[in-house]
């Protein structure tokens, strides 16, 4: 390349003193310490298990990860990620008919590397104050500052096959961007669940990279964590902890599109259900 009760979803009704108000919004921050802070008291022994397993195993992560910051992604507005979620079919990762079998190499899906694909892209966010379209992200996936986190490995791991076992350069290449693709529309989705809670329905969510790739929690407010994922065949629920106080709400994506280049969206109707009921597990942190 150039490159909602615990588990289940159901909804609470807002009691009728509250149904205007907004939560108070914390700091327009997150760091390793907030997360921690924030998110620690409300898990159980797994998730604090799923923790020491990842700095066990990844310690190479560990610092690049926790030392990120977290500041402009709440910054963003939905009407600025709405044009992204379903662009011409050029500015979309793949051409129409692409599938699993026909692009995905199983030695880079399984690649590891100091850091998760979503960092590069948060960090794309922070640097230019806008969630990227997929030309931006073929672009600064080859950066030289980032070209380690990902596609440069790939090519590394590439040249050092034997020849007779190496795939062509080209299907090579499709491999690198069928994983960087499902990085980026992943991206999306989030970028915007994320931005329509805050803008459109008042829950200044929290998100940490750490909380979202290694407890497998996209976002979390108070004592309400949300996980994001697609209902499909391909496509399962993230095993996140229970929480030992609080509620882990999910939210299932629409399945399959009809449109090809269209990222899946949750739907108003949930979003409004996940407000009310976020709202119900904090009474005590609503503003006057």
């Not at 030289?144 to 986190?149: C, F």
């Not at 109707?269 to 709202?279: K, Q, V, W």
């Amino acid at each position: 390349m150039s490159l909602l009760a615990p588990k289940r979803l159901a909804p609470r009704a807002a009691a009728p003193q509250t149904e205007s108000v907004v939560l108070d919004p914390p700091a327009r921050e997150v760091s390793w310490p907030d997360a921690e802070a924030e998110v620690m008291p409300l898990l159980g022994p797994r998730g604090k298990s799923m923790l020491s397993w990842w700095r066990d195993k990844r310690p190479y992560a560990v610092e690049p990860m926790q030392g990120f910051v977290h500041r402009r992604i709440f910054d963003v507005r939905p009407e600025q990620v709405e044009p992204l979620l379903n662009p011409p079919i050029e500015r979309w990762p793949y051409p129409y008919g692409a599938n699993k079998e026909g692009w995905e190499i199983e030695a880079v899906e399984n690649m590891t590397g100091g850091e998760p694909l979503v960092l590069a892209m948060h960090r794309f966010v922070e640097e230019h104050g806008r969630v990227p379209s997929w030309p931006d992200v073929k672009a600064w996936m080859s950066e030289p500052d980032v070209l380690p986190t990902f596609v440069g490995p790939a090519w590394q791991m590439y040249h050092g096959m034997p020849e007779g076992l190496r795939p062509t350069h080209k299907r090579w290449m499709m491999a690198i961007t069928w994983r960087i693709g499902k990085a980026y529309l992943s991206f999306l989705r989030e970028m915007d669940f994320l931005s329509r809670m805050i803008h459109r329905h008042g829950i200044p969510m929290r998100s940490h990279v750490v909380v979202d790739s290694v407890l497998k929690l996209d976002f979390w407010y108070g004592r309400s964590a949300v996980c994001l994922y697609i209902k499909n065949d391909y496509h399962q629920r993230k095993v996140s902890p229970q929480l030992v106080s609080g509620h882990v709400y999910d939210i299932a994506l629409s399945k399959r599109h009809k449109v090809w280049n269209e990222v899946a969206r949750a739907s108003d109707s949930d979003l409004e259900n996940l407000a009310d009921s976020i709202r119900g597990d904090n009474e005590g942190r609503l503003a006057a």
